[in-house]
T-cell receptor, first 113, second 118 residues
Framework: KQEVTQIPAALSVPEGENLVLNCSFTDSAIYNLQWFRQDPGKGLTSLLLIQSSQREQTSGRLNASLDKSSGRSTLYIAASQPGDSATYLCAVDRGSTLGRLYFGRGTQLTVWP | GAGVSQSPRYKVTKRGQDVALRCDPISGHVSLYWYRQALGQGPEFLTYFNYEAQQDKSGLPNDRFSAERPEGSISTLTIQRTEQRDSAMYRC????????????????FGAGSRLTVL
């Protein structure tokens, strides 16, 4: 069974800091890896998707990398802002189990002004 | 609709009662998924449909849980004889097609239905 682990569980930083969120998974036979953002009272929002053949994806101040061989992904957030405060979830899927995502528990990020 | 709509947003029920949670996916989306998220945990897969066919129900925890999507659009997740351990956020998601969530095929989640069993 695929296990996804995220560290740290919580992170509190002042505005402007660059930060790194970590995700690891036990089964390297993944199809895609996604990073989601979860805000209270709202749905999950997909931030970045990395296909298994790719090594990284970038969107604005966000950069996600993927190392399948070591079972790791990192989400880098540059110049953090209070609006970045949310829970960030990492999820992987496997081609053999279409439609099924395996999520980590998330990292709860607080950016204070 | 413009997004995935779930109802009710909040449901409080007494142990032993049956509950039905509804999901209205994005119009035209073929695939629909149900996940459950306990407090402090990540979402956990329950089941998914392509059109009206239930493709995978291996994540349903026991036979008190069932789901249907009779016309290939709206789906209902039913929990019979609820127990306190069923308390969680139940999330629905849809995608244009199943499997490969890349390119134009994005998985979109609804805001969820928070179930509390007393």
């Amino acid at each position: 069974k695929q296990e996804v682990t995220q560290i740290p569980a919580a992170l509190s930083v002042p505005e402007g800091e660059n930060l790194v969120l970590n995700c690891s998974f036990t089964d390297s036979a993944i199809y895609n890896l996604q990073w989601f953002r979860q805000d209270p009272g709202k749905g999950l929002t997909s931030l970045l998707l990395i296909q298994s053949s790719q090594r990284e994806q970038t969107s604005g101040r966000l950069n996600a990398s993927l190392d399948k061989s070591s079972g790791r992904s990192t989400l880098y957030i540059a110049a953090s802002q209070p609006g970045d405060s949310a829970t960030y979830l990492c999820a992987v899927d496997r081609g053999s189990t279409l439609g099924r995502l395996y999520f980590g528990r998330g990292t709860q990020l607080t950016v204070w002004p | 609709g413009a997004g995935v709509s779930q109802s009710p947003r909040y449901k409080v029920t007494k142990r032993g009662q049956d509950v039905a949670l509804r999901c209205d996916p994005i119009s035209g989306h073929v695939s629909l998924y149900w996940y459950r998220q306990a407090l402090g945990q990540g979402p956990e897969f329950l089941t998914y449909f392509n059109y009206e066919a239930q493709q995978d129900k291996s994540g349903l925890p026991n036979d008190r849980f069932s789901a249907e999507r009779p016309e290939g659009s709206i789906s209902t997740l039913t929990i019979q004889r609820t127990e306190q351990r069923d308390s969680a956020m139940y999330r629905c998601a849809s995608s244009l097609t199943g499997g490969d969530f890349s390119g134009a095929n994005v998985l979109t989640f609804g805001a969820g239905s928070r179930l509390t069993v007393l």
